[in-house]
């Protein structure tokens, strides 16, 4: 077996209307706004992407564009929950922030961790768990969100399946997760190191429908892959377990493989390198259209077809706790 991933390079949905996502994640959530692009297989619809100061592996969520598509709901072979690791001490803040915001939200507690669960402009069930580490993570100052309270990266990500034993066996057995605790219809498997950043909950659903892709859900999550040999020793791993493994693709920003796990959710492994600086500097992440060089001498006429994106500015103190 490779070397255990060490945790979530990324997650990426589908999104009906860019602009109203980018409020939503920049505006609410106070996630910063690193890269506008294109999607590398539909070059006339954005790929667009959130996260920290920097946009460090565990703390991007990437959106596609898609406006052609439907509405959901997410099921089975999906994942159908999408958790940011935030401080324990700031939930209250959270809870009263969203309720200004006019956001609906419920609060529980999972795992003897207090949880807030909101729906994203599209469906998306985000979840902002009290449990949090700084290790990799940069904050951003022109947030809305003070530095105490922003989302530090991925918590976990939760998998609907219809049966258990095939990909917990997979998880287990393939890539080396562990189970680390139970309760009732939800199992949770940590990778590498484990807390944040590193956690999958498989929820089982035995009526469950079957997922398709549609606006409204998840596309894929993404591993981390240390270098280009750690990705290569793990697409030796999965072609040997059975799995069908895509080759290595570049997408500019990192190197990914993609293959299902026996539920069908789409999984990705991603290297760390070379990150979102090699055609921005950290100062201007987000600023521009950025391409492809494939799709480079199309620029003026994608342009074109891609609706301007406004992103969110903020001025003055950043709410108080």
């Known amino acids: 077996m490779a070397a255990q991933v ?42 667009i992407y959130f996260g920290d100061q920097v946009g460090t592996p565990g703390t991007a969520m990437t959106f596609f564009g898609w406006p052609h598509l439907p509405w959901g709901p997410a099921a089975a072979g999906q994942v159908t929950a999408v958790a940011f690791a935030v401080p324990a001490g700031s939930l209250d803040f959270w809870e009263r922030r969203l309720g200004e915001l006019g956001v609906e939200a419920s609060r529980e507690r999972r795992f003897d961790t207090e949880v807030i669960a909101i729906k994203d402009p599209d469906g998306i069930l985000i979840e902002l768990v009290g449990e949090a580490s700084d290790a990799r993570w940069a904050p951003w100052p022109e947030s809305p969100v003070g530095e105490a309270d922003q989302i530090r990266g991925f918590h976990s990500v939760g998998l609907c399946v219809r049966e258990e034993a095939p990909s917990a066996g997979f998880l287990a057995e393939v890539m080396g997760f562990r189970e680390v605790a139970r309760e009732p219809g939800r199992v949770r ?131 108080e706790r």
Do not use: C
Request: hydrophobic share 35%; glycine share 10%; net charge negative.
């Open 189 to 319: 498997y940590a990778t590498g190191e484990g807390g944040p950043h590193a956690i999958l909950e498989l929820m089982v659903r035995p009526d469950a429908a079957i997922g398709e892709e549609t606006t409204g859900t998840v596309h894929h999550v993404a591993w981390r892959a240390l270098d280009d040999p750690h990705q290569l020793d793990w697409r030796g791993t999965l072609v040997d377990a059975g799995r069908e493994v895509t080759p290595v693709i570049e997408r500019k920003y990192f190197r990914s493989i993609y293959f299902r796990e026996p539920g069908g959710v789409l999984f990705e492994i991603a290297t760390d390198r070379p990150g979102f600086t090699v055609d921005e500097p950290v100062e201007a992440l987000g600023s521009g259209l950025q391409l492809p060089p494939q799709y480079e001498d199309k620029r003026e006429n994608l342009d074109f077809n891609l609706t301007p994106i406004v992103i969110p500015t903020f001025a003055g103190a950043r709410p």
């Open 6 to 47: 060490p945790g979530i390079h990324h997650v990426t949905a589908i999104a009906k209307d860019v602009q109203r996502t980018v409020d939503f994640y920049v505006g609410s959530l106070g996630l910063r706004f690193i890269k506008k692009t294109v999607n590398f297989d539909v070059p006339d619809t954005y790929h």
